[in-house]
T-cell receptor, first 113, second 115 residues
């Protein structure tokens, strides 16, 4: 059974810092890995989706990398802003079956001015 | 497009009552997912449909839970009878085809409290 772990569980940084969120998964046979953002009281919003054949994806100040062999992904946020404060979840879609994602518990990020 | 629409946004009910949660997926999306999120267990997939047909319901916790998708634009998740441990935020999500390259779009969720 696929297990997804996110470290750290919570992070508080001053505005302007570059930061890295980590996601690890136990089964490297995956279709894709996706990073989501969740604001308090809201649903999830997809940030980046990395296919199993890709190494990284970039969107603005966000960069996500994928190392399937080691079962790891990182989400890099450059020049963090208070508006980046949210919970970030990664989800792994395992191959070989139905397209069901397994989610990590998330990293709760606070960027303070 | 209005995105995925869920109703109600909040539901407070007493143990033993029937609860019905509703979802309208994004028009043109063929796959629909129901999730439950709690502090203890995180985000869990309950069931997903493709072209209105349930494909995987292995996440449905027990017989008290049932889900239907009578047409491409509407789905319900029903809990009967409800119990305090069912208290959670329930999310509905949809995607174009449910395939490996598809992004899921989430609704705002229904916060359920069972007293």
């Amino acid at each position: 059974k696929q297990e997804v772990t996110q470290i750290p569980a919570a992070l508080s940084v001053p505005e302007g810092e570059n930061l890295v969120l980590n996601c690890s998964f136990t089964d490297s046979a995956i279709y894709n890995l996706q990073w989501f953002r969740q604001d308090p009281g809201k649903g999830l919003t997809s940030l980046l989706l990395i296919q199993s054949s890709q190494r990284e994806q970039t969107s603005g100040r966000l960069n996500a990398s994928l190392d399937k062999s080691s079962g790891r992904s990182t989400l890099y946020i450059a020049a963090s802003q208070p508006g980046d404060s949210a919970t970030y979840l990664c989800a792994v879609m395992a191959s070989g079956g139905s397209y069901i994602p397994t989610f990590g518990r998330g990293t709760s990020l606070i960027v303070h001015p | 497009d209005a995105g995925v629409i869920q109703s109600p946004r909040h539901e407070v009910t007493e143990m033993g009552q029937e609860v019905t949660l509703r979802c309208k997926p994004i028009s043109g999306h063929n796959s629909l997912f129901w999730y439950r999120q709690t502090m203890m267990r995180g985000l869990e997939l309950l069931i997903y449909f493709n072209n209105n047909v349930p494909i995987d319901d292995s996440g449905m916790p027990e017989d008290r839970f049932s889900a239907k998708m009578p047409n491409a634009s509407f789905s319900t998740l029903k809990i009967q009878p409800s119990e305090p441990r069912d208290s959670a935020v329930y999310f509905c999500a949809s995607s174009l085809s449910g395939g490996a390259t598809d992004t899921q779009y989430f609704g705002p969720g229904t916060r359920l409290t069972v007293l």
